[in-house]
């Protein structure tokens, strides 16, 4: 059917549409629910894919890709909204042996401060997967957090043990913290 198409787009830009942009510094609620409505809204943006990459010193270097598909190690999509400015970046951070894999989602606000940071860390390790959300006011002070440990295969809690190693995302508490923030456009 041909008018499919359109009618799934026309609800995906409402929705991007609805997104409440005045997020208040500190309010679990509003947080969670700005973070869902980026999230289900992210088709419709803009995106920037950007692979972790080495200089011959063993300096990091971030490089712009077509598709974070193409990047086979540490890589980020970034999310611009209508107005061409960052709102969410999803990195994906492996080790070189595969040992572990953390998918790591920061929303921005307006403004460009971090609003909220969800991880999930699978490792074999431990055989572990953990959760963790994080919430920031304005100024970048965390302000609530949750963790969850899961087994590895089941999913079912499980308390870390002795040969577990974690491992947690960095802290980009502005847009401008973001290593490839320089390749982003003037409006951040």
Known sequence: MP???FVLSALALSNALAI?????????ARTEKYAAQIEAASKTFKVRSFAQTFDPDRKEVWREVKAITEVEGTG????L???????AAFFTFQAESGDWILYASYYYRLDGSLAQRHERLNTFQGNMSVFRDALFDCS?????????YRDLQTQKPKQPGPDFIDE??????TVQRLPFY???????
């Open 81 to 87: 909204n209508g107005a061409g400015i960052l709102v």
């Open 168 to 173: 947690q995302a960095p802290d980009y508490l």
């Open 3 to 5: 008018w499919r198409p």
């Open 140 to 148: 970048g002070a965390k302000y609530h957090s949750t963790v969850y």
């Open 182 to 188: 320089s390749e982003l456009p003037a409006k951040r």
């Open 76 to 79: 980020a999509a970034v999310y």
């Open 20 to 28: 409440d942009f005045s997020l208040p510094c500190k309010d679990v």
